[in-house]
């Protein structure tokens, strides 16, 4: 059937602070989610000491860097690194309108997962404004490969997620992971799934400049003899698929409107969801925005195309 659609954006009831550190920078950072009016989108505004009252629309134009996470701005400059465990909370609850104070460079990984960034919003609860939601429909198949890896839109009643990984590590292997997503199966099956790394990486990362901040309290790790070090072990079976759809759903938050279709990819990653979003945004000819028409009964309804633009416009 898909996923069920709803007639109205949505903001929180009241503003929530978290606190924690950035997985990459190693520096502590603390967060603010303050109410939006309809028509707002997902903004970053920087309250820290240096340029504070500085935006960032949480759109796929304003990706500067995809490497080990997703990076709005300019990452030599003013920036927000690591956005997809939140842009994934906010997609799988469903909040149209947010704006997020930050005072550093930094999403806090908190716990690894998106699950803490659920529970401030549950905090905080959600508002429905008085406008209509409009959504990207995906109208034909839109596809992107590189190498072994590839990404794809296909038309769909609801939005739909399939991801399947591989990798050579058998603690890992090939797995597979497919949902419609909707709020309860976001909070149930995917919000809790923690990002993972190797071992083996741990030296070159922190020679790079990242992982600066990385622990065993938030990322799940492989050590070298393939068995995942974590004294209480996964919280799902697959959990390291799930994660890979969880960032998937952060980094197509980035469209600046849910999208109704279904995304497939085969050993994806920001860089390639970051790719595949940006093709299907440009080719006019493969989506159309549309909106719900409920009849005056209230009981059914369907979508329509509209000429108005998504409330968080692109550019491309």
């Not at 796929?60 to 909370?89: I, K, P, Q, R, Y």
């Not at 072990?233 to 409107?257: N, P, S």
């Amino acid at each position: 059937m898909g996923t069920k659609l709803h007639d109205l954006q949505t903001t929180i009831k009241s503003c929530v602070s978290l606190s924690g550190i950035g997985v990459h920078s190693g520096k502590p950072v603390t967060i603010r989610f303050n109410p939006a009016e309809a028509d707002t989108g997902v903004v970053f505004v920087y309250n820290g000491e240096r340029g504070a009252g500085r935006q960032l629309p949480a759109l796929v134009s304003e990706v500067g860097a995809t490497a080990l996470c997703t990076l709005l701005g300019n990452a030599s400059g003013f920036h927000v690194a690591t956005v997809e465990h939140l842009m994934a909370a906010l997609f799988g609850l469903g909040i149209d309108n947010l704006v997020v104070e930050i005072d550093g460079n930094e999403v806090p990984v908190l716990d690894g997962s998106a699950a803490q960034f659920v529970d401030a919003i549950d905090q905080a609860g959600i508002e429905a404004l008085d406008v209509k939601r409009r959504y990207i429909r995906v109208v034909k198949p839109v596809r992107i490969d590189n190498g072994n890896s590839w990404a794809e839109f296909r038309p769909y009643r609801g939005t739909r997620f399939e991801v399947e990984i591989d990798f050579e590590s058998p603690a890992v292997g090939r797995q597979a992971f497919a949902a419609d997503i909707e709020p309860d199966t976001f909070r149930r099956d995917i919000s809790r799934a923690r990002t993972f790394g190797f071992m083996r990486d741990v030296e070159k990362l922190w020679a790079a400049g990242y992982a600066l901040g990385s622990s065993l309290e938030n990322s799940i790790v492989i050590g070298d003899d393939h068995n995942v070090i974590n004294v209480e072990g996964l919280r799902y079976e697959d959990e390291f698929v799930r994660h890979k759809t969880l960032d998937a759903m952060g980094d197509l938050a980035l469209a600046g409107a849910r999208f109704i279709g279904c995304f497939r990819s085969y050993r994806g990653g920001h860089k390639l969801n970051a790719a595949a979003l940006r093709h299907l945004l440009s080719d006019r000819s493969a989506f159309e925005i549309v909106e719900t028409n409920r009849r005056a009964s209230g009981r059914t309804a369907e979508m329509i195309a509209v000429n108005a633009p998504v409330y968080a416009p692109w550019v491309l």
